[in-house]
């Protein structure tokens, strides 16, 4: 009887497991990739911004002239400050003393209409500064001359209770977070495209004057200068004791801290432009490239380069290392300056390690010169990778 019975739940079971394994099989299938987009949010402009996480809120600007305020799981819009031109810097989220504790409650940024704005998290501005700088017109990419390509903001920096930002006028200036009011400016001959870097009493930042600064963040008096030999549109990394930053000469520098003297130099031997910011992990800088159309991989201490990887656009972004990953953008443009040789758009994830490809995602074209492209530092979040694009979205993709 027994055997008799199992006999005739064989059919029974063999059904039952198909069930479960088409289903199974369904989840599989259903399971993002590596790259494929969860969620997106459209702007009305290109998005040169990088996204900042605070609380479950994503914030990033827009060529819209806009500041967003998105969900970080589905990238709806939770609200929007207009400004009066482009918003192309990246946040900063301010902390100040409530009772005994400390509660971030302000986001600073600033626009192309010249004015650093303090918004409260909910979105209402505290207060505006101005920049001194709306005058300066950009010139954006084009193939006609001058071919200034002058894309870039610099972001504030915020620390102990003062924000630090470059402006278009050429000035550093050092702001009091809670009111406002200007504590000191430094001078220099160009714009200020560059986010400053605050460590150990001091301000980096670099400028179109070709130079890479040192001042005092008290008082904004000046300790050093190092003439790079080219314009600076790259923000100085640290790392080691050491200031990593790369110029239009067409060279990246490592220079001393302390004194701003060139401990080594890596030459573009192609011509390219250094114009990513990099960033530095156990003992190596990353960097993109401009008609290298590279990522590059330094030996901090030497300059020898340990890998690169061909993005095949404009890596001027900055790129993200996280676990085992390096994640960079490149901006594709049409009619490039070289023949037989079509840009390409998008992000890229590679490994650390070999400099090897983990996985792509392109994003869509543009008319004009520029045709697309991501230059927003990625956000790496849990399971996913944020980021903006000049496609004018907003994208999450599966990391």
Request: net charge neutral; hydrophobic share 40%; proline share 4%.
């Amino acid at each position: 009887m027994m055997i008799h019975s199992s006999t005739r739940l064989l059919p029974l079971l063999g059904a039952l497991l198909a069930v479960v394994g088409s289903v199974a099989g369904e989840e599989r299938e259903s399971t993002p990739e590596a790259g494929e987009v969860l969620a997106e949010h459209v702007t009305g402009g290109q998005v040169w911004s990088s996204p900042v996480h605070h609380e479950g809120v994503v914030f990033i600007g827009s060529d819209d002239g806009a500041l967003w305020a998105l969900d970080v799981r589905s990238l709806e819009p939770r609200w929007k400050i207009h400004t009066g031109g482009r918003v192309r810097s990246t946040v900063a989220v301010a902390a100040r003393a409530s009772g005994a504790t400390v509660v971030a409650d302000t986001v600073l940024f600033s626009s192309d209409d010249g004015h650093l704005r303090a918004v409260a998290l909910s979105g209402e501005e505290r207060w505006r500064f101005d920049l001194g700088g709306r005058s300066v017109a950009r010139i954006l990419p084009h193939t006609r001359p001058p071919h200034a390509y002058d894309y870039l903001s610099s972001s504030p920096v915020v620390h102990d209770g003062v924000v630090y930002i470059g402006s278009a006028g050429g000035h550093l200036y050092a702001v009091d977070v809670a009111s406002g009011r200007q504590r000191w400016r430094f001078r220099t001959e160009a714009p200020i495209r560059s986010t400053p870097v605050v460590n150990g009493g001091s301000v980096f930042f670099t400028g179109w004057d070709h130079h890479v600064y040192a001042v005092t963040a008290e008082e904004g008096k000046e300790i050093w200068r190092f003439d790079t030999g080219g314009i600076v549109q790259a923000s100085p990394v640290l790392g080691d004791g050491r200031l990593y930053v790369g110029s239009r000469n067409p060279k990246v520098f490592a220079l001393d801290r302390r004194d701003g003297s060139k401990i080594w130099e890596y030459v573009h031997e192609d011509g390219s432009w250094a114009e990513s910011t990099g960033v530095y992990d156990d003992g190596t800088v990353y960097m993109g490239s401009s008609d290298a159309l590279k990522l590059l991989a330094f030996d901090a201490a030497t300059g020898k380069v340990r890998w690169s990887y061909r993005t095949g656009g404009w890596s001027w972004a900055t790129p993200v290392v996280a676990d085992n990953a390096v994640y960079i953008g490149a901006i594709s443009a049409h009619p490039y300056y070289f023949e037989g040789i079509t840009l390409e758009r998008g992000l890229h994830a590679v490994d650390r390690r070999t400099g090897t490809r983990l996985w792509s995602v392109a994003t869509r074209a543009l008319p004009g010169f520029v045709t697309g492209g991501v230059f927003s530092r990625p956000l790496v979040l849990d399971d996913r990778v944020i980021f903006g694009a000049l496609d004018h979205r907003v994208y999450a993709v599966r990391r």
